[in-house]
């Protein structure tokens, strides 16, 4: 079966299909949650209008409480699971095209979330219909499985696992192509700074809005004399290449900082404007709170991201570099201080070990830390079958080779007993997910959806021998 020559047949269907899903915004609203709607009303319609997809072709569909659900065909005692997602993480500003409009040009599709991860989604459900147009007989049910909170913490597929069969063996089209056999564990990490009842320079400070992001945006109000601020500020701004201003407030003056978001797997792709606005605050004269505040900051993640300074820092050769991302961060001087990190640790990082130096460290600061969650890493070995069927896949789809590796992102693949991150941005791509801009290559889109096509045959097809997966 020639798939890339069938997905061919079905771009035009493939881009009109993402579009539709990009234009619901589908972001985490906590101030609009109800029972009815978990985590908002757009995540929800998100996952309404996907599982009205699958019925109008005629495929069993099931919705668990509003928050996750399945577009499921096949027969047989063994499930295939296909794990997406089609809630994203808020847009950001700066946007060439309208991030929920996806707009095409330059052969690519642009919106949140065409990469991260509804161009994935969309490209596993085509993949579906093309088996299902096949009449190629399954042995095993296929299940399109879809949440709508995985930006923000998995409660989507931790209902659904409550309630539904965990499939034997699946993948998550949310990642890196060729396939991803280690996720690094995901912990965030807070430190906190108690409050002060003298009068402060800083008067408030806030930095980010998901620790799964570099911040691209921060501001503080500070007390100070606005043209030696001002000053400081354009020589500060020139010296780092960033964007920004300093305003009059009131009695206060606003400085605001602008950086570049990225996702927090990798620190480095992005430039983080609550550590550059704490850089910023620490060339002007502070009161001991306020300059306890942004010495940390500047200490901690100032110089890099690989958590040195805070004897975080680990590596390994499954996994490589742990890092620490300061994804969320808020200063007032009654409440004192509170940085929110996101750890991407290494697969044999000797956790509980780290977090005691850590605090050992911090013992004399002021700042305590504390686990806010921790979700351990995943690991498949490469002898595995589903690893060896994929690899198959991959190479018999692309006439590349296979390679295994590792990241620092979170995919459903971590909830399943054996499951794999297959895709499906491809080797050599630039990574823009979370960031300005998003997108997808078309061509990107029809080629992942024959591999999807491929992997759901080689995995459930009927001439699939039982038990070899």
Request: one cysteine or more; glycine letters at 10%.
């Amino acid at each position: 079966m020639n798939w890339l020559e069938l997905a061919e047949l079905k771009r035009t269907e493939i881009v009109e299909e993402l579009q539709r899903l990009i234009q619901i915004p589908s972001v985490l609203d906590e101030k609009a949650v109800t029972e009815e709607m978990p985590f908002g009303p757009k995540p929800l319609e998100a996952l309404l209008h996907m599982l009205s997809e699958g019925e109008k072709e005629g495929l069993i569909t099931k919705n668990i409480d509003n928050m996750a659900g399945h577009i499921e065909m096949g027969e047989g005692e063994e499930i295939l699971g296909i794990l997406c997602h089609v809630d994203v993480v808020p847009e950001g500003k700066g946007w060439t095209y309208p991030p929920f409009e996806g707009a095409v040009a330059n052969d690519k599709v642009y919106g949140r979330g065409a990469i991260d991860d509804k161009g994935p989604t969309i490209a596993a459900w085509m993949a579906m219909k093309l088996v299902k147009e096949a009449g190629i007989e399954l042995s095993k049910k296929v299940r399109l499985i879809i949440g709508t909170d995985e930006e923000s913490g998995f409660r989507c597929v931790d209902r659904y696992f409550a309630k539904e069969q965990m499939p034997q063996i699946g993948f998550a089209p949310d990642a890196d192509f060729p396939i991803i056999n280690a996720e690094k564990g995901i912990a965030t990490l807070i430190f906190t700074q108690t409050g002060s009842s003298d009068t402060e320079t800083i008067q408030f400070f806030q930095a980010g809005k998901r620790t799964n992001m570099v911040p691209d945006e921060a501001f503080a109000l500070i007390f100070g004399g606005l043209h030696s601020i001002k000053e400081k500020f354009n020589e500060f701004a020139r010296e780092h290449h960033i964007t920004g201003e300093v305003v009059q407030e009131g009695s206060m003056l606003k400085v605001l900082v602008h950086g570049k978001s990225a996702h927090a797997m990798e620190p480095n792709d992005g430039v983080n404007a609550g550590i550059l606005l704490a850089k910023f605050l620490r060339t002007i004269s502070l009161t001991p709170h306020s300059k306890a505040f942004v010495e940390f900051l500047v200490t901690s993640f100032g110089d890099e991201s690989r958590g040195h300074a805070l004897s975080l820092n680990f590596t390994d050769e499954v996994s490589g570099d742990t890092t620490l991302n300061a994804g969320v961060i808020h200063y007032a001087p009654a409440q004192g201080s509170c940085t929110q990190v996101s750890m991407r640790y290494s697969v044999s990082y000797p956790f509980e070990e780290k977090l005691s130096v850590c605090r050992e460290i911090l013992q004399d600061t002021g700042i305590t830390l504390d686990l806010g969650s921790n979700s351990k890493p995943h690991y498949v070995d490469k002898e595995d079958i589903l690893i060896q069927s994929l690899q198959k896949v991959y190479e018999r789809q692309t006439g590349e080779e296979a390679k295994l590796l590792s990241i620092g992102g979170g995919t459903y693949a971590r909830v399943l007993k054996k499951g794999v991150a297959f895709g499906m941005l491809f080797p050599g791509r630039k990574d823009v997910a979370h960031q300005v801009d998003e997108y997808v290559d078309i061509d990107d889109l029809v080629k992942a959806t024959a591999i999807y096509a491929d992997a759901i045959v080689e995995l459930a097809g009927k001439n699939t021998k039982a038990g070899d997966i």
